[in-house]
């Protein structure tokens, strides 16, 4: 958002904060390899969760999970655009600073993965065994 902007106030401003924002979200998805791979995975779990019909307690911890990685993804993105913004050079601080960006996003993920084993655990074993 500009700076002039953040002086008006309105539905104008309002509606340019969604506009800024759908940018961040196209540049992110258009440029970043790993938040493509996140919606692949994300893809799978959706169309899992429509063929084994889980509980609607399920849908929104599915959702939560799902949108917190798109979430730490991008504040990923932004903050490693940042550091190369202030250090165009190496710089020891600066890596570790994307590193631990990166991490984030790792531990989050093994997460994920351990919330869709436990949320899709018993409809995979019981379809397998169900005879």
Same mark, same amino acid.
């Given at each position: ?35 493509? +791979?996140?919606? *692949? &995975?994300?893809? @799978?779990?959706?169309?899992?969760? /429509? %063929?084994? =019909? !889980? ?37 020891? +601080?600066?890596? *570790? &600073?994307?590193? @631990?960006?990166?991490?984030?996003? /790792? %531990?989050? =993920? !093994? ?21």
């Amino acid at each position: 958002m500009d700076l002039k902007d953040r002086r008006k106030k309105g539905l104008g401003r309002f509606f340019r904060s969604f506009k800024y924002a759908s940018h961040g979200l196209r540049y992110v998805f258009l440029e970043e390899q790993n938040i493509r +791979l996140h919606l *692949l &995975a994300a893809v @799978i779990a959706i169309v899992m969760a /429509f %063929v084994f =019909s !889980i509980p609607l307690v399920h849908w929104m911890i599915l959702i939560m999970v799902i949108g917190g990685i798109f979430a730490l993804e991008i504040v990923n993105t932004a903050l490693e655009r940042l550091v190369d913004l202030i250090s165009d050079e190496y710089h020891p +601080l600066a890596k *570790l &600073a994307k590193d @631990i960006s990166a991490a984030s996003v /790792f %531990v989050y =993920s !093994i997460a994920a993965i351990i919330i869709g084993v436990l949320l899709f655990y018993h409809p995979i074993i019981s379809l397998l065994f169900s005879n």
